[in-house]
């Protein structure tokens, strides 16, 4: 089932359950998704969608440590329970083994040996693993390999 079709269903399920969370974070990537099919008058793919999904879950993860600076509990668990929900429609994250593998096989295949590679190196990795790894994380990854 398209991305498309699952996000309305689970909409209409939310809905009818009465999960106002699950509702509300599945409009916002209803909304996220209109809002870039009318400004550049297309027709989103299925990978399109995820990099939508992907981008709102690390703004929620940015979002947390903002909310912990204001001890606000109540705002970090329910960003919490969205992102668990943002998730749920993203490709199945890769472990950090799986990572470290990619990483040295980059390694390998790009050269790099300074920081100065860092560029290079993350422009290698990244399309093998989006939608399935935060940069952030592969970053920290890339780090602990070069110096």
Same mark, same amino acid.
Do not use: C, W
């Given at each position: 089932? !398209? ?27 209803? +909304? ?49 329970? &969205? ?7 993203? !490709? !199945?994250?890769?472990?950090? &083994? ?10 390998? +295949? ?16 990244? !399309? ?11 970053? &920290? ?7």
């Amino acid at each position: 089932m !398209p991305l498309k079709e699952k996000l309305m269903e689970d909409l209409k399920q939310s809905m009818k359950s009465k999960n106002k969370v699950k509702k509300d974070t599945v409009t916002m990537v209803r +909304a996220a998704i209109k809002q870039r099919e009318v400004d550049e008058k297309i027709e989103l793919s299925d990978a399109e969608i995820v990099d939508i999904i992907a981008k709102q879950v690390k703004q929620k993860k940015d979002s947390i440590s903002d909310f912990e600076k204001g001890n606000r509990q109540d705002l970090i668990d329910l960003t919490k329970e &969205e992102i668990k929900i943002l998730l749920e429609y993203l !490709p !199945p994250q890769l472990s950090d &083994e799986e990572l470290e593998s990619i990483v040295k096989e980059a390694i390998e +295949a790009t050269g790099a040996q300074s920081k100065k590679d860092m560029g290079k190196l993350m422009a290698f990795i990244m !399309p093998k693993v989006k939608g399935k790894a935060d940069g952030k994380h592969v970053n &920290e990854i890339v780090a602990k390999y070069i110096k």
